[in-house]
Structure formats: structure tokens, C-alpha cells
């Protein structure tokens, strides 16, 4: 059974959400027969490429005063803390993800695309050095067992994957998803939000005893 889940490296909750989604998977009787596939999506497609204090953005984006973008960051960072997940509360910044996605459909290529996510996810919410300074996305890709030099030319080349991060939105998109986390589970059933990990447990279930058996086709063999 595939899960599928569309997720952005600037979205704290699906940092949080893929960390109690793989406690439920953790518990799950058939987890050895799960396959979970990482897609993406962008929150803002329109974000800048220079890195910007993630306060403010959030204040402006949801009409907040800057304290209480503040203490809607120190929340976030909570529920991160009680997942068991390194938060930095003060400080962060973000940008534009569209290369963080490329790179990761080139980690999916080569084996690596949850190393790297965990590289990516970690460098943004947990470390004091931008996730988006210059040369830091080659460095993480190293990190998460891919070839610098190969990770280097996909960053150069600004259409390399470009399509496969499209057609995973346009996926999105026409499954009616308008944020994320967004979980998939066998194209069937739907789970939104960073949901506690029982929930997580029972979407499995349910879509386990819910799938599809198909009938064993046996092919003749030839004269």
C-alpha cells in the first residue's frame, strides 16, 4: 500500500506531521509493506529567493502584530518540542522552495529522498545556519548520501525537475488540497493536517482493510 505526502520544507506542521505520522507507522502491523512517497508542494510559489525572518512573514501574512507572530512561532515550536523534534523559536528565516523540491525528486531518483528531507527539515527548523544560504543545499544533498557535484547541476539547471515539482501540485491540486501536510493513502483516503498520531493509525487500518485484493492472473507460457 502507498502513502503519499505532499508536504513543504517551510511548513512547521509537516515537519511535525511526518514525525507522528511515522509513530503510527512505527505500530502499524504491516508497515513493512508500506511504501511512503514524499510529493511536493509550495505554500507560497510566489516567495523570494533571499532569505527573510520568518516572523514578519508570518505576521504579514496573517495580520498579526509581530508579538503575537511571536508566540504563534513559540506554539509551533512546542508541539514540535513534544513530538521530541529540535525547534529553533527565534531566529529562523525562509524563501522560496521550489529548489528544495527539484532536489529532492533528484534524491528520489537515486534512493535518498527521505534522507534528505530529514537533511532539509532539520537545517530549517532545527540549526542557526540557513537552510537557504548560498551552497547549503548542495552541502545538505552530501549529507544525505548524493553526489555534490550531480546535486550542484541540478541546482544550476533551473528546469530540472521543474516538471515533476508541477505534476505533483497539479496532483495536489485536483485532489482538492489547498495546504499541507496533505497524506494519500492508496489513492483512496485523505488525511489533512499535522493529525495526532491515533489518527494516523486509524487511516492506516482503515485503508489496509479497505484495499483492493486484486485476483492472481496467471500468464501461459508460450509454445
Known amino acids: 500500500m502507498r502513502v503519499e505526502i505532499w508536504s513543504d520544507i517551510n511548513c ?31 505554500l507560497d510559489p510566489r516567495a523570494p529567493q533571499d ?10 501574512k496573517y495580520g498579526l502584530s509581530l508579538g503575537e507572530a511571536e508566540a504563534a512561532e ?6 514540535a518540542r513534544g513530538e521530541g523534534l529540535p525547534y529553533l ?3 529562523r528565516d525562509a524563501a522560496n522552495s521550489f529548489d528544495m523540491h527539484r532536489l529532492l525528486h533528484f534524491a528520489k531518483e537515486h534512493g535518498r529522498q527521505a534522507q534528505l ?18 551552497g547549503r543545499l548542495v552541502e545538505l544533498a552530501v549529507e544525505a548520501g548524493l553526489d555534490g557535484e550531480a546535486a550542484a547541476a541540478v541546482l544550476a539547471d533551473p528546469e ?17 488540497a489547498t495546504g499541507v501536510p496533505f497524506f ?23 485503508a489496509w482493510e479497505s484495499r483492493v485484493a ?3 492472473t496467471t500468464l501461459a507460457a508460450k509454445e
Not at 509513530?23 to 509493506?33: P, W
Not at 532569505?51 to 504579514?60: E, G, H, M, Q, S
Not at 530540472?160 to 482538492?176: H, N, P
Request: glycine residues 4%; hydrophobic residues 40%; proline residues 5%.
Open 160 to 176: 530540472a525537475y521543474a516538471d515533476a515539482v508541477r505534476e505533483d501540485e497539479t496532483t495536489a491540486s485536483a485532489m482538492g
Open 51 to 60: 532569505a527573510r525572518p520568518v516572523v514578519p512573514l508570518i505576521a504579514a
Open 117 to 134: 528531507l530529514d537533511s532539509l527539515y532539520r537545517a530549517n527548523f532545527a540549526e542557526e545556519r540557513s537552510a537557504f544560504e548560498a
Open 89 to 91: 523559536s527565534e531566529g
Open 214 to 216: 486484486l485476483p492472481l
Open 12 to 42: 512547521p506542521w509537516c515537519y511535525i506531521g511526518k514525525a507522528r505520522f511515522e509513530r503510527a507507522l512505527e505500530r502499524f502491523e504491516h508497515r513493512e509493506e508500506i511504501e511512503v512517497v514524499h510529493r511536493s508542494f509550495e
Open 184 to 206: 494519500v493513502l492508496d489513492r483512496r483516503l485523505g488525511v489533512s493536517g499535522a493529525q495526532p498520531a491515533e489518527t494516523f493509525t486509524r487511516a492506516l487500518e482503515q
Open 74 to 79: 513559540a506554539r509551533i515550536a512546542e508541539n
